[in-house]
T-cell receptor, first 117, second 110 residues
Framework: ETGVTQTPRHLVMGMTNKKSLKCEQHLGHNAMYWYKQSAKKPLELMFVYNFKEQTENNSVPSRFSPECPNSSHLFLHLHTLQPEDSALYLC????????????????FGPGTRLLVL | GQNIDQPTEMTATEGAIVQINCTYQTSGFNGLFWYQQHAGEAPTFLSYNVLDGLEEKGRFSSFLSRSKGYSYLLLKELQMKDSASYLCAVKDKSNYQLIWGAGTKLIIKP
């Protein structure tokens, strides 16, 4: 399924810039996720929202600030990033978060490739 | 601790069969997922196993043994388009988060 869109697809920013990543899901799902993917490393979960409420913040630095105005949209606001924050940022959504029946299967957007100079 | 292990890279021949293994250690198990990720693209869902045994879906099959903390993804009749990274992820029952392996890069040769 490709019902999750992300913009922009590529972003270059300086360490003093402020930018935002946008994610939209068209699947009617209730949970949304932000992940960071660096080369040859496992996906790192950053934030989880369930029914618009943040349920997880995996010790992410405050220079990353999520926002979830409704169940279909998720933003990641970026401010004063460091070069080591350069990575692929992936958004995902799932019907459910906890069921154990497969409804928690996550579907990913294409990602934003971020380069911090 | 929690850990997912899978080989970093594998090479196989077009038309052949390849098995990608995944071993895991988690505090609580509530399902295992396999995803395919082509370079520069999103991970796409392949399979979900929560009970022991083999799940077959076309050319792809996934096996799970909970007692051994082990799964494999079997790809048959390999095609060039199967060249991708294959990600194994285990759902932790304690917090419902997915614990991800670093992925296996599969290279298909003619």
């Amino acid at each position: 399924e490709t019902g999750v869109t992300q913009t922009p697809r590529h972003l270059v920013m300086g360490m003093t810039n402020k930018k935002s990543l946008k994610c939209e899901q068209h699947l009617g799902h209730n949970a949304m996720y932000w992940y960071k993917q660096s080369a040859k490393k496992p996906l790192e979960l950053m934030f989880v929202y369930n029914f618009k409420e943040q349920t997880e913040n995996n010790s992410v630095p405050s220079r990353f600030s999520p926002e979830c105005p409704n169940s279909s949209h998720l933003f990641l606001h970026l401010h004063t990033l460091q070069p080591e924050d350069s990575a692929l940022y992936l958004c995902a959504s799932s019907q459910d978060r906890t069921s154990g029946s497969g409804l928690e299967t996550q579907y990913f957007g294409p990602g934003t490739r971020l380069l911090v100079l | 601790g929690q850990n997912i292990d899978q080989p970093t890279e594998m090479t196989a021949t077009e038309g052949a069969i390849v098995q990608i293994n995944c071993t895991y250690q988690t505090s609580g198990f509530n399902g295992l997922f396999w995803y395919q990720q082509h370079a520069g693209e999103a991970p796409t869902f392949l399979s979900y196993n929560v009970l022991d045994g083999l799940e077959e879906k076309g050319r792809f099959s996934s096996f799970l043994s909970r007692s051994k903390g082990y799964s494999y993804l079997l790809l048959k009749e390999l095609q060039m388009k199967d060249s991708a990274s294959y990600l194994c992820a285990v759902k932790d029952k304690s917090n419902y988060q997915l614990i991800w392996g670093a992925g296996t890069k599969l290279i298909i040769k003619p």
